[in-house]
């Protein structure tokens, strides 16, 4: 079975100004990766997207489903995510991705035959772990094979994964769950995640680390090359540089809005604007594939465009993006019925999203070679901790705190307290913006 890729031969990035293209067999790599990513995002979002059926089996409280879709989840993701990213910097990276798909989708078939909540969290929490060698390993694999200048759009099209597994849990997870039970939906979808890892393993090959970058990279020894990569000097390397750092903390406050959305918005509609699993199957499976999808795909076109003149558009486009999007988001929660709640959700989801292709490319541009997993994984840590492990936790724990006295519409209040975060990740975008301005000034690579 042939392998795509090359793994033996390195390449110069240009000829005078010439663009050089691809490695052979990149786009291929790439919607296989991006195939992966949907499994993985589908995976972790099938909790939220068959929230209200688990809640009427198991009889779970919104602040419990916002802490293990949130924090039990991420503590897991983000701890294990560090050592396979360092791991994954001296080894084969497409042989841990392999790995890391087949665990993570054999856990979540275990949610599916859980009787408790604590079986329930023992099995997200293996989730997290498999899940945590998915992303870091598969950024540094696209970046040896797309040379800079095309990274823009490889990691945008590779970040369409969420919003095609989150469209597709949501289209496939609500049908079976509707047509036979939820307890269905994570043992069917998960299986196909382990035909997915052996997909990875046999079609997939480790290219050559940096081979691609804007200068020649010799290609060390095994020896030299697992002396090079030292875990505490990426670590301080990445802490220690004021842009990595306020990239993490700019994309951890929006994170902390979108998952907080995206693990209660199935909940939000059915409960409370009358919505059912039926018309969650396509109506908002269509919201989130196309609006996610085309927010992370055009903020990648216009980062290429943008960054080579402007470093400060990694940052500045993020922030415009959640600017525009409050109002529409303050409109989604108050609309009374679905139809207009999905309506104008639809450009904050489109919105939101402007933040993943340039935070991607800016730590692939920003750091050496040898440290593109491992910085990966730093920024998905913070991101993560953040986002993924205190966003669906506060909106969970303050739905609750309404709803003795609200108990109608106890998410939409939660959802109203969201706005100031979005606030936050826009400022947080501009003093990055800023901390580029004086990189660029002082000729750094950014």
């Known amino acids: 079975m042939r392998a795509f890729g090359n793994d033996t031969r390195g390449t110069l990035i240009s000829v005078g100004s010439r663009l050089v293209p691809p490695s052979s067999g990149a786009w291929t790599v790439l919607a296989i990766l991006c195939a992966v990513y949907a499994l993985n995002f589908l995976d972790r979002q099938l909790l939220s997207i068959l929230a209200k059926p688990i809640q009427d089996d198991i009889g779970v409280t919104d602040g419990e489903l916002g802490r293990i879709s ?9 701890l294990i995510a560090l050592p396979v990213g360092w791991l994954a910097d001296r080894g084969n990276r497409v042989r841990i991705l392999a790995l890391a798909c087949a665990l993570w989708s054999a856990a979540t078939m275990a949610c599916g035959v859980t009787s408790t909540y604590r079986q329930l969290v023992v099995a997200r929490m293996a989730v997290g772990v498999g899940e945590a060698g998915g992303v870091p390993p598969s950024y ?3 970046a040896d094979y797309f040379p800079p200048g095309r990274r823009g759009r490889a990691m945008g099209v590779y970040n369409l994964g969420p919003p095609i597994g989150q469209a597709l849990g949501v289209a496939f997870g609500a049908s079976i769950a509707a047509a036979y039970s939820w307890r269905d939906a994570f043992l069917v979808l998960g ?4 035909l997915a890892a052996l997909g990875v393993r046999l079609l997939v090959r480790e290219p050559k680390r940096g081979g691609l970058d804007a200068a020649p990279v010799p290609v060390p020894s095994p020896a030299a090359s697992r002396a090079q990569v030292r875990f505490w000097e990426t670590c301080g390397m990445f802490f220690r540089r004021p842009v990595l750092l306020l990239l993490a903390l700019a994309c951890g406050a929006t994170q902390f809005v979108t998952y907080a959305v995206l693990n209660f918005t199935t909940l939000f509609l059915m409960r409370e604007k009358g919505m059912t699993l039926n018309e969650i199957a396509v109506y908002y499976a269509l919201l989130i594939g196309v609006a996610i999808s085309a927010g992370i795909y055009t903020s990648g076109r216009l ?7 402007a470093k400060r558009a990694y940052a500045l486009v993020p922030a415009l993006g959640l600017s525009v999007a409050i109002p529409f988001f303050v409109g989604f929660t108050w609309a009374p019925r679905w139809p207009l709640a999905l ?7 489109f919105l939101n999203y402007f933040y993943l292709s340039p935070a991607v490319a800016l730590v692939q541009e920003a750091v050496q070679p040898h440290q593109r997993v491992l910085s990966g994984a730093l920024l998905l840590l913070v991101m993560n901790l953040i986002g993924l492990g205190l966003g669906p ?3 969970g724990a303050v739905s609750d705190h309404f709803r003795p006295d609200h108990p109608g519409n106890s998410l939409q209040l939660a959802f109203y307290t969201l706005t100031p975060f979005y606030l936050l990740a826009v400022a947080l975008f501009l003093a990055l913006a800023r901390a580029l301005g004086r990189e660029e000034q002082r000729g750094l690579p950014a």
């Open 343 to 349: 309506t104008l959700l639809a450009a904050p989801t």
């Open 70 to 78: 949130g924090f039990y989840f991420a503590l897991f993701y983000c």
């Open 303 to 309: 980062i290429d465009w943008l960054a080579p003149s």
């Open 393 to 395: 936790t506060y909106l």
């Open 140 to 142: 540094a694999i696209l």
């Open 191 to 194: 299986s196909v995640g382990i």
